[in-house]
């Protein structure tokens, strides 16, 4: 479960990552609350570079089934699947664990490489959910705010 205002854990974690800054974000430097949370909560200012496991859309589908050598049978499937999709950006990881299960090797590799960039709080809070995709998780002032509050 990603971060939860009503875990002690969490709520110390937040606090201690604000006063340690173990990631040298520059917290601060942060001329404001806001400041602050754009440092936690955008990719792009995660100086680890950390990545996590993206949603799974169609297009990322489309994208790995691409010159791979699938069986007939499981392009059938496949078929059937694009088929089903509203839209070629629809997210469509409630399904992964059944591609997977097709067991292309080629196909399932290229399936755990679609990845996106992690924000510090998401490096932090984030956790797989059902569909083994990892969590998106956005920090509020009323989150660091109760974390502050903390003796």
Same mark, same amino acid.
């Given at each position: @479960?990603? /971060?939860? $205002?009503n &875990?002690?854990?969490?709520l ?7 006063i340690?800054d173990?990631a040298g974000l520059g917290?601060?430097?942060a001329v404001?609350?806001d400041a602050? =949370?754009?440092?936690m909560n955008?990719?792009? &200012?995660?100086?680890?570079?950390? +990545?996590g496991?993206?949603? =799974?859309t *169609?297009?990322s589908l489309?994208?790995a +089934? $691409?010159n791979?050598?699938i &069986?007939a049978?499981? +392009?059938?499937s496949l078929d059937?699947f694009f088929? @089903? %999709?509203?839209? %070629?950006?629809?997210? #469509?990881?409630?399904?992964r664990?059944? %591609? %997977?299960a !097709?067991?292309? $090797? *080629?196909? &399932?590799?290229? =399936?755990?490489? $679609? +990845?996106?960039?992690?924000s510090?709080?998401?490096? !932090?809070f984030s956790? !797989?959910?059902?569909? *083994?995709?990892n969590? /998106?998780v #956005?920090?509020s ?5 109760t974390?502050r509050a903390?003796?």
């Amino acid at each position: @479960m990603a /971060f939860d $205002i009503n &875990n002690q854990a969490d709520l110390t974690a937040l606090k201690n990552e604000e006063i340690d800054d173990s990631a040298g974000l520059g917290y601060a430097a942060a001329v404001n609350d806001d400041a602050l =949370l754009e440092l936690m909560n955008l990719a792009v &200012n995660n100086p680890g570079g950390e +990545t996590g496991i993206a949603p =799974l859309t *169609g297009r990322s589908l489309w994208q790995a +089934t $691409i010159n791979e050598s699938i &069986n007939a049978a499981d +392009t059938k499937s496949l078929d059937w699947f694009f088929s @089903m %999709i509203a839209g %070629i950006d629809e997210d #469509v990881s409630d399904s992964r664990a059944d %591609i %997977i299960a !097709l067991n292309d $090797i *080629g196909l &399932n590799s290229k =399936l755990d490489a $679609i +990845t996106r960039l992690l924000s510090r709080s998401e490096v !932090l809070f984030s956790n !797989l959910d059902s569909n *083994g995709v990892n969590e /998106f998780v #956005v920090l509020s002032r009323i989150d660091l705010e109760t974390a502050r509050a903390q003796g």
